[in-house]
């Protein structure tokens, strides 16, 4: 077998990855994959670089090192060429067009397609999956709960039709409950076939849905292990889950 080959259901290879901000070197070459189907969960503290590796996967930062394939060929540089490939990211603070209404920015999500019927059919599947978007559909985004905010913000990515979602902190101010309803259609998402790499401060509702994990501290993968596995983990337990 070629050494070189993707190997079979690979989706994301993450090769010794490196990311500057000026002199401040974010990430240290950072490996990971995800294979076609996972929710993959990268967890870890304030600072550690979650964000800068979602930002540099979604091309909107340069690498400074290292690679990024998609199924086994080159992920090219340019963000707008990257979403066009089906990897689409759901930024930490949701960053919509709060001057929009719901429908707009769900339309923007799909900015990149011409097949009108399959846009239509896309958002009626956004609906199903949160209806109350639905009943706020002419409303501004910006005067949307955080909660409902967020639900548009994963809308206005599943109508870029992703193969691949990227979810930045997602629980991020939310209460308990909404939470646990956005992490169940986090895995509907996946059922329905999107593979997920979910970053989240909130540890133990990431290792709760994930299948792997990988820890990233100060700009390094420490572990990596399936979720179940570091979910148990003393050491885990003590640094991200808050356990003497
Ligand atoms: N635009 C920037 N300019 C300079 N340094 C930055 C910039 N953005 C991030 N950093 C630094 O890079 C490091 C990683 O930041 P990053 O936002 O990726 O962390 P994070 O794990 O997402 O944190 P959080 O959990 O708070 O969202 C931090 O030390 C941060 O201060
Ligand atoms: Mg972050």
């Not at 600072?47 to 290292?66: D, N, Q, R, Y």
Request: aromatic share 4%; hydrophobic share 45%.
């Amino acid at each position: 077998m070629n050494p070189g080959a993707n190997p079979p259901g690979r989706c994301l290879e993450v090769k010794g990855l490196h990311v500057h901000y000026g002199s401040i070197h974010a990430l240290h070459g950072a490996d990971l994959h995800v294979d076609r189907g996972e929710i993959v969960c990268v967890v870890g503290a304030n600072g550690a670089g979650k964000s800068t590796l979602m930002w540099a996967i979604a091309g909107v930062l340069p690498l400074t090192g290292g690679s990024i394939a998609l199924n086994g060929a080159p992920l090219p540089a340019r963000a707008h060429e990257i979403v066009t490939l089906g990897v689409c990211l759901v930024p930490e603070r949701r960053r919509l067009f709060t001057a929009l209404s719901v429908r707009e920015n769900l339309i923007m999500g799909a900015v990149r397609r011409t097949d009108r019927d399959g846009i239509a059919l896309d958002m009626e599947k956004c609906f199903e999956l949160y209806p109350v978007l639905k009943e706020r559909i002419d409303q501004r985004s910006g005067t949307l709960s955080g909660g409902e905010q967020q639900m548009l913000a994963v809308s206005r990515a599943l109508m870029g039709r992703p193969s691949v979602l990227l979810l930045d902190e997602p629980s991020l101010g939310l209460a308990p409950l909404v939470t646990d309803a956005l992490f169940d259609t986090i895995l509907r998402i996946r059922d329905e076939g999107v593979t997920v790499l979910l970053v989240e401060q909130n540890a133990l509702l990431a290792l709760d849905i994930g299948d792997r994990g990988y820890v990233l501290q100060t700009g390094e993968i420490i572990k990596s292990a399936p979720c179940a596995e570091l979910a148990e983990d003393p050491l885990i337990r003590r640094a991200y889950l808050g356990e003497e």
